[in-house]
């Protein structure tokens, strides 16, 4: 499968006797082989004549050209970029002697984790799958925060390839013009008050076929259409790398009230109604009054002020679920 994604990634066509003949298999061999990537979402051209091509716009991701178009890094990066695997947060959570600076991409995953148990849809080629290890000493506490603040860096990352106006919901949903264009799942091993490992798995949208969308559980939009031309697979990883080795570094010195103030002018929902669903299947209505210092959700209600922490509440707009 490498192999044949190795020929396709020029975006050329390439017909199937050549495909076959550089990859020593026959042509109903090839056809297999694109069919089963085309089943796991992959768009790809045929023309009668002309062979095939992967479809305008798709990118496949390049381990040297994401690495070497990183700016000087404070720690060394080590990165594993698969065509297919289950999870990429699995895929680190499996490692045993992870370090800081350990990232994971791939084309596709099997098993995509979304956030409260939810299916992360992971179609072929077509997003960015992005997992971060990075280990704590001072234990979950010291995490107060820490996903709304890796929002943050993906709204940076995204901001430096195109201009476009995006908005966070808490804790760290990425939104544009109110439809999900990204989330966060953030996934904690080790002792939860000492040292401990978080995965820190993002996905972004960079384009959604009609069949695609119709098969995610909410709203959602893609970088294509936010920003109104194709992105770069290969340099939004790079910036996204940055941004999250930046962030990671200052979060560890500083915790999130550095990034209180900007989490706020981002912030989706601030000022409005919301029913927020807590942990055990109960619904709350209030008002969002933002973030405190600790990243925790201010909703006013009936009853008073409440604060929610550590993301086990999702927020429904009263009109549009996201
Ligand atoms: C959410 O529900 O909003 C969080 C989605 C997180 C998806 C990413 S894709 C890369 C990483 N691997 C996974 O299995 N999930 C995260």
């Known amino acids: 499968m490498d192999a044949l994604l190795d020929i396709l990634r ?4 390439h017909s199937g006797d050549v495909i076959g003949e550089r990859l020593g298999v026959t042509r109903a061999a ?3 082989q694109l ?5 796991q979402g992959l768009e790809l051209d045929s023309v009668k004549g002309r062979g095939y ?8 991701l390049d381990s040297a050209q994401i690495l070497s178009s990183l700016k000087p890094m404070p720690l060394p990066i080590d990165l594993d970029v698969y065509a297919s695997t289950d999870s990429t947060n699995q895929r680190l959570l499996s490692r045993t002697e992870l370090g800081r600076g350990n990232f994971c991409l791939a084309e596709h995953q099997t098993a995509g984790r979304g956030r409260r148990g939810r299916v992360w849809q992971s179609p072929f080629g077509a997003n960015l799958y992005l997992s971060a290890a990075w280990d704590f000493r001072e234990g979950a506490a010291a995490l107060e925060g820490l996903s709304l603040a ?3 860096a993906v709204v940076h990352a995204i901001g430096r390839q195109a201009s476009t106006r995006l908005q966070l919901k808490w804790p760290n949903d990425l939104l544009w013009e109110g439809r999900k264009i990204a989330g966060v799942l953030l996934e904690i091993s080790g002792d939860p008050a ?3 490992r978080v995965i820190i798995g993002i996905g972004i949208n960079l384009r959604l076929t009609a069949r695609q969308r119709s098969v995610v559980d909410q709203p959602c939009a893609d970088l294509t259409e936010a920003v109104g031309t194709f992105v770069s697979k290969n340099r939004l990883a790079s910036a ?3 941004e999250l080795v930046q962030t990671l570094v200052r979060f560890e010195r500083d915790g999130f009230p550095a990034f209180a103030d900007e989490w706020a002018a981002y912030d989706a929902f601030r000022g409005k109604e919301v029913r927020v669903q807590t942990a055990a299947n109960q619904w709350l209505v209030g008002t969002c009054r933002g973030v405190d210092h ?3 959700l201010q909703l006013s209600t009936a009853e008073g002020m409440i604060s929610y922490r550590g993301g086990e509440v999702s927020l429904r707009g009263a009109e549009n679920d996201t």
């Open 53 to 60: 091509r992967l479809a305008p716009g798709t990118e496949l």
């Open 150 to 152: 890796v929002g943050l």
């Open 294 to 296: 600790h990243g925790a």
């Open 240 to 242: 996204l790398i940055e």
């Open 10 to 13: 020029d975006g050329e066509f």
């Open 194 to 196: 000492g040292e401990c």
């Open 30 to 32: 090839v056809w297999k």
């Open 35 to 39: 069919k089963r990537l085309q089943e």
